[in-house]
């Protein structure tokens, strides 16, 4: 017994140095990941994070029919030679926000759209994957992102000295920006400007899907003019009678 | 009375084919009561926590079943990953820990992976 014990003794005693002396070095290493996240890792976790604290603003946990879409936006996003791109679509039973999409990583588009809102203008499911399309191309000229990205906000990204605190009223003051950009200020004329120029620029490569576009910002028109539930359409998007008119326009010049 | 427990033992034995070791790839999931994001969760699981996988022939395509703890329940493939996933909390230890998430908060993360249609334009294919 005593023998054994003796054994076991040089046995994990040894297993233990190497463990003191391997080990040190990991500890170490992790000690070197930034305190703060780099900016490509960051967007997504925030974005998700908004939406778990405004869950039941948004109410978007509730129970819902499989609608069949991810085909129709895959499809979309091929044509248009979007590839590499993971997309999360998220269905609200409101209408405080009728479709926007939300800052995420590099790979990554997180989209919001409305189920009052696709009932009530009674869009199909192409539809539904232009108007996805639309707000990715959205996406890509970041106004949400650059109205929360501040300059505190730039400054901390990738931090890994040791003095910063993270303080929890940045976080909330991030949140606190998404909402002012999607419940109060929404997007300029001169962001919407340049959006539908982009996207109409885009879409002339196929008549058919401009045409489809152009009928869904009528659609959309006639609804925010006569359907109070859609009032706040017009902060969010300044004007679809003015983008159809940029739409026919630009389509002159050409 | 033995035979037929053993026939019982026998017939559950290839009804559930163990697959492997996986990995939670998403921020935070939950184990399912039954192979359907609409039954009950029965806990949140975290990114690279490792589960060891059944498949039951019963359950529709996309779900397997797993134990976590005392837990016996369901988890969707789209949430899984051969290789441990390099995870916003583990990367990011000291901010994710600084954010002091109560239960309420994990949960939700969880709901979202569940609500999600996701897609990705380079498979060819919907992921859920």
């Not at chain 1, 409101?94 to 009728?98: A, E, L, N, Q, W």
């Not at chain 1, 109060?184 to 300029?188: L, Q, Y």
């Not at chain 2, 789209?78 to 990953?81: C, E, N, R, T």
């Given at each position: 017994m005593f023998l054994l014990l003796i054994i076991c003794n040089l046995v994990f005693g040894s297993i233990g140095k190497i463990l003191d002396h391997d080990m040190v070095p990991i500890v170490k290493k992790n000690e070197k990941f930034d305190i703060f996240p780099l900016e490509k890792d960051f967007w997504t976790f925030m974005s998700e994070y908004w939406l778990v604290k405004s869950a039941v603003e948004l109410q978007w946990d509730f129970q819902r029919p499989d609608y069949g879409l991810e085909e129709k936006v895959f499809n979309i996003f091929q044509k248009f030679g979007i590839f590499q791109k993971n997309i999360k679509l998220l269905i609200i039973n409101?209408?405080?926000?009728?479709h926007i999409p939300l800052p995420g990583n590099y790979n990554e588009s997180i989209f919001i759209l409305s189920l009052p809102f696709i009932r009530t203008l009674d869009l199909s499911k192409n539809e539904i994957a232009l108007l996805i399309l639309a707000d990715y191309y959205r996406s890509k000229l970041n106004f949400l992102k650059s109205y929360v990205r501040d300059d505190k906000l730039k400054s901390m990204f990738g931090r890994s000295d040791e003095e910063i605190k993270i303080d929890k009223k940045l976080i909330t003051q991030i949140h606190k920006r998404y909402d002012e950009f999607i419940f109060?200020?929404?997007?300029?004329f001169q962001e919407q400007f340049k959006f539908t120029k982009t996207f109409s620029d885009l879409l002339k490569s196929s008549d058919k899907d401009w045409n489809m576009y152009f009928n869904l910002l009528k659609k959309i028109d006639v609804l925010v003019k006569n359907n109070m539930d859609f009032k706040d359409y017009l902060r969010l998007y300044p004007s679809p009678e003015m983008q159809l008119r940029w739409m026919i326009n630009d389509r002159k010049k050409n | 009375m033995k035979l037929i427990i053993l026939f019982v033992c026998i017939l559950n034995a290839s009804e559930n084919k163990y697959i492997g070791t996986f990995f939670v790839k998403e921020i935070f999931v939950h184990l399912h009561q039954?192979?359907?994001?609409?039954t009950t969760s029965l806990t949140t699981l975290s990114c690279g926590q490792s589960l060891r996988i059944w498949e039951k022939?019963?359950?529709?395509?996309g779900w397997f079943y797993t134990k976590v703890g005392v837990y016996k329940g369901h988890v969707h493939v789209?949430?899984?990953?051969l290789k441990k996933e390099k995870c916003f909390q583990e990367k990011y230890e000291k901010f994710f820990n600084s954010l002091n998430l109560d239960l309420s908060d994990m949960y939700y993360f969880g709901r979202l992976y569940d609500r999600y249609i996701q897609t990705n334009s380079n498979l060819g294919k919907s992921i859920n």
């Open positions: 409101s209408s405080s926000i009728p109060s200020k929404g997007a300029t | 039954g192979p359907s994001k609409s022939k019963s359950d529709p395509k789209s949430h899984l990953s």
